[in-house]
């Protein structure tokens, strides 16, 4: 009884400490991170005016954004973000699997190398691609010098150019939680099942792939999500016939007249299809884990 | 019936040899084992045999077949891993399915094939758990019958019971034991573990530095080590180097390094030429030896000592005295019968009498030098007690 009673009140002090500890984390959460959320979703509800908004209610914006003027903008950024994803994946794994298997020295070498970029502003970073993309710039130089090509190529602005920065520039983001499963991973596995008749690609496939798959499904959220919203790079390398969804979604709070209600409801529609797919997947995750854990 | 054999096998990694120039026959069907302390290249050779290392030299053939340069997945071998290696993300079904369905075995085959199998190591109740939610114990079944599955020529083990708790390991030894008698197929066995190679094996092979020191039977390797290696590493034994002094043709007369004046005698029924005044040396096991606190009545093939008790250290089954005899230390194991000699327990300083038959005392022949480092010589030589005395106080 006494015991009981003594549980409790630690209970509550902790309770109260814990309250006390996450309260200015939540109340940031609050200003920076709902309140403005809810002020998007009000404006995505309104008529738009050249520079700001009628408090009118509205579903235009909605109608027009998942109409078909915009099926082209969904279009290209889902394609980038899943070649991107894929790139990194194909790209990535061989990295990580080697960074893994290295000697220790070698290992910590190889992965400040691959953190050293983050060092580096990303718009100077891509700002030297556009350099080294451009058309007199030094990749048509050295193809030029090296015979393999007689005119420049037009890389720069290119889609082609939007996805080599994107690559470059999201693979750390896979390459690491890759990294942290294939470290772990027991190589001694693949051992055994080449011992019992797996040769060396069906022991990748039946062993190093599936155990691989938690860091492989987090460094495609890492990748996916914000390569599906980019802005930065498109707007850097890319051409101004084919514009990403986070372009347009700028275009309409910058270009007068401007439309906040349609930037709102596209930025939402975005976040929307996120959570969907999320929530999609982590029930996979789940059930695949359930099954384990019967 | 498929021998396997091993032909001047040597294996060099970066400039250290871990197998050096080893041959060896194993039976078909046999029990054999590789035992050496860590670092002696018995875990090389084993994966030299499973094909996860290609020798510098020599070559590996089961029957007729060379199978040195042939990759792991295609050899008619299969590993038991030290930790077992069960793939985590698959049932225990799945893993011991896992050789046939990549041989494409036909689907109700392999099922089939997967009970048996999983019935043989008491594991059918449980296929459809996964490696983590089962015991060492089971693990290791699990890991058995994935191997056997595959209906390899020879199963590996490498050092298979290291990861198990005493009691278990001894049932487990059993359970491998009984394994290896329902399938018949040669098991290959490394362990560093003296007792696992003794209880369960028809050869053993002690290995040291790359090479094997002496290979047969347990008996003979604990009762007529060849080496000082063999001598020591293999059960506790009391090393004697001395002068031979008396040559007759019932005995050797060996003058004992005690610095009183003691000898002791070896039965000649062993052949070996001795020439009067060459050192040799003796291993003499401490169960051999019994103790009295009176003096034993004489009989000319016994050999007598005169000692007195330095230290008692109980252990349960038996005692181990260690004797103080003029400048050497006998250690000697005594059980606890009463209907023996002495009733009143011995006492520390007390003095006592060692006896032992004389064909106890065992000649070690001269091995080459090289086999043994300095460092092992002075630790296994003369009066290796306290290495044998701090592996006492780890068992």
């Given amino acids: 009884m006494n015991q009981g009673v003594r549980f409790t009140r630690d209970q509550n002090r902790k309770n109260l400490a814990s309250w006390l500890l996450t309260t200015p984390a939540l109340l940031w959460l609050l200003i920076f991170f709902l309140i403005p959320y809810l002020i998007v979703i009000i404006y995505s509800f309104l008529t738009p005016d050249i520079y700001d908004v009628n408090f009118e209610f509205s579903l235009d ?178 051409n101004q016939k084919s514009l990403y969804l986070g372009q347009v979604i700028t275009y309409k709070i910058k270009n007068i007249p401007r439309n906040w209600p349609m930037a709102s409801a596209l930025s939402l529609i975005l976040l929307f299809g996120v959570a969907v797919l999320l929530l999609l997947l982590f029930a996979l995750y789940k059930r695949s884990k359930a099954r384990r854990r019967v | 019936m498929e021998e396997i054999k091993l032909q001047n096998l040597s294996k060099q990694f970066d400039g250290f040899t871990a197998v050096d120039d080893v041959s060896l026959n194993i039976k078909s069907g046999e029990l054999f084992s590789f035992l050496g302390p860590s670092g002696c290249g018995k875990t090389t050779l084993l994966r030299m045999i499973a094909g996860f290392e290609i020798p510098n030299n020599g070559r590996i053939l089961i029957g007729n077949t060379d199978i040195t340069d042939i990759p792991p997945y295609k050899r008619q071998v299969n590993t038991i891993f030290q930790n077992y290696s069960l793939f985590p993300h698959m049932t225990l079904f799945e893993n011991v399915a896992f050789g046939l369905k990549i041989r494409k075995t036909p689907k109700p085959e392999m099922n089939d094939r997967v009970k048996d199998m999983l019935k043989l190591v008491k594991m059918d109740d449980q296929a459809n758990k996964y490696p983590d939610q089962i015991s060492g114990g089971q693990k290791q079944r699990i ?62 092979a002690v290995m040291n530095h790359g090479r094997i020191i002496q290979a047969g039977p347990p008996d003979d390797i604990y009762e007529r080590p060849n080496s000082i290696f063999s001598a020591y590493f293999i059960g506790e034994t009391n090393l004697i180097t001395g002068e031979v002094c008396d040559i007759e043709s019932e005995y050797v007369q060996l003058r004992c390094p005690d610095g009183q004046g003691s000898s002791f005698e070896i039965d000649s029924t062993f052949h070996f030429n001795p020439t009067l005044g060459k050192e040799i040396t003796v291993s003499l096991r401490p169960e051999k030896i019994a103790i009295s606190r009176s003096k034993p009545r004489y009989q000319d093939d016994i050999n007598m000592l005169r000692g007195v008790i330095e230290d008692i250290l109980y252990l349960g089954s038996h005692t181990q005295y260690i004797v103080r005899v003029g400048a050497l230390k006998f250690r000697v194991f005594s059980q606890h019968k009463r209907v023996y000699f002495d009733d009143k327990a011995l006492d520390w300083e007390e003095p006592v009498w060692l006896f032992w038959h004389d064909t106890d005392t065992w000649l070690i022949d001269q091995i080459p030098e090289e086999v043994l480092s300095a460092k092992e010589i002075s630790e296994g030589g003369v009066n290796h007690l306290s290495r044998s005395a701090k592996r006492q106080s780890i068992t």
């Avoid at chain 1, 051992?191 to 040769?199: F, K, S, T």
């Avoid at chain 2, 030894?173 to 028809?202: C, P, R, W």
Wanted: contains cysteine; glycine residues 4%; proline residues 4%.
């Fill in chain 1, 61 to 238: 914006a909605y109608r027009q954004a998942l109409g078909a003027d915009y099926l082209k903008t969904f279009f290209l950024s889902f394609r980038l973000a899943v070649l991107t994803t894929l790139l990194c994946v194909l790209l990535g794994f061989p990295v990580a699997y080697y960074i893994a298997r290295a000697k220790d020295k070698l290992k910590n070498t190889l992965l400040v190398f691959i953190i050293i970029p983050f060092w580096t502003n990303l718009i100077i970073r891509i700002f030297s691609w556009r350099i080294f993309l451009a058309y007199n710039g030094v990749l048509n130089d050295i193809l030029i010098k090296a015979g393999v090509i007689g005119a420049p190529l037009e890389i720069m602005r290119t889609d082609l150019a939007v996805i080599l920065v994107m690559v470059y520039v999201y693979l750390p983001y896979m390459i690491l939680p890759l990294y942290s499963v294939l470290e772990k991973l027991d190589f001694t596995l693949l051992q055994a099942a080449m011992d019992l008749g797996a040769n060396e690609l069906k022991a990748f496939f039946r062993i190093t792939l599936p155990l691989a798959a938690e860091g492989i499904f987090a460094g495609s959220l890492l990748v996916f999500i914000p390569a599906l919203g980019a802005y930065l790079i498109p707007q850097l390398v890319g």
């Fill in chain 2, 143 to 204: 890991a058995i019958a994935r191997a056997l599955i595959n209906n390899p020529k020879v199963l590996l083990l490498d050092e298979p019971l290291a990861a198990l708790d005493l009691k278990l390991r001894q049932h487990m030894l059993i359970e491998l034991m009984n394994i290896h008698d329902a399938v018949g197929i040669t098991f290959i066995y490394v362990t560093h573990d003296q007792s696992e190679a003794m209880s369960i094996s028809d050869r053993v």
